[in-house]
Structure formats: structure tokens, C-alpha cells
């Protein structure tokens, strides 16, 4: 934290690297690594329940798509269409800068992202969506 930020104030976005954001969205050893091919799964949090404020999801346009990350899966909030409470992705190359992205955006948006990558991520996928989903 900086001297001139106030002492409770949250840390500067530009001030945190994308590899710390996503060590810190996935410790240990599901944490992305630079593989040719992983699988992030997010499911964005419904603010609105909790605080009365915020987004029940991320609106699909914002996913910070690009060649190297494709969606494979998506789930979307109950009664909205175009705004997302899950997605599966596939990455091609690194993965730390899409976790990062996709973790800004969302609160960029008004929700949160929770992340998970590797085996971790695939057996929540399945715990919440059933054997069938992937």
C-alpha cells in the first residue's frame, strides 16, 4: 500500500501484478501456470442478495476473450440472458493474465469472480453442475 492511500483503503489495481492475482485467486497447487492448455472455471456472485447493490453476474460482452481463451461452457443468471453466474474457459498458453482480466472486469462490473483452475476447479464444476457438464 502506498502513503497516499488512506490505511483502510483496498489496494490499487494497477499497483498488483497479474501473476499475484492469480496465485491469489487459486493458491497452491491448482494455481495457473503458463501450461499450452488449462481450463478456468468462474462463477461470478450475486452482490444484489447480499448487499442490495452490485450485479447478479457478468454481462457476457465483458469476458475478456481473445484467441488464446474460448468459452466452453456457460451458465447463465435466472431471468437475465445476457448476464452470466458461470463459464468454463479454455486457455491456450498462459493463463495468470485471463484470471487477472477476468477477476478485474467482474469488478469492474459490480460482482465478484471466483476462480479456480485445474483439478480443484473441475471437481466444483461438477459438484455444482453434475458429472454431465464436462
Known amino acids: 500500500m ?12 494497477d499497483s498488483v501484478s497479474p ?3 492469480a496465485t491469489a485467486a487459486a493458491p497452491g ?9 488449462a481450463e478456468i472455471f468462474v462463477w461470478f456472485e450475486d452482490l444484489r442478495r447480499r448487499s442490495g ?11 475478456p476473450l481473445s484467441a488464446r481463451l474460448r468459452v466452453l461452457e456457460r ?8 448476464l452470466l453466474r458461470a463459464v ?3 486457455c491456450t498458453g498462459p493463463s495468470a493474465g485471463h484470471v487477472a482480466m477476468l ?3 467482474a469488478l469492474a462490473a459490480g460482482t465478484l469472480a471466483r476462480i479456480l483452475t485445474g ?5 466444483a464444476w461438477i459438484a455444482t453442475y453434475g458429472d454431465g457438464a464436462i
Request: with cysteine.
Open 19 to 21: 501473476a499475484l492475482a
Open 75 to 82: 451458465r447463465y443468471a435466472e431471468g437475465h440472458l445476457h
Open 29 to 37: 497447487e491448482d494455481a495457473p501456470r503458463d501450461e499450452a492448455d
Open 2 to 13: 502506498s502513503m497516499s492511500q488512506p490505511p483502510n483503503a483496498p489496494p490499487r489495481l
Open 103 to 105: 477477476y478485474v472486469g
Open 53 to 63: 447493490r452490485g450485479a447478479a453476474g457478468l454481462p457476457e460482452c465483458l469476458l
Open 119 to 123: 483439478r480443484r476447479g473441475r471437481e
Open 88 to 90: 468454463r474457459l479454455r
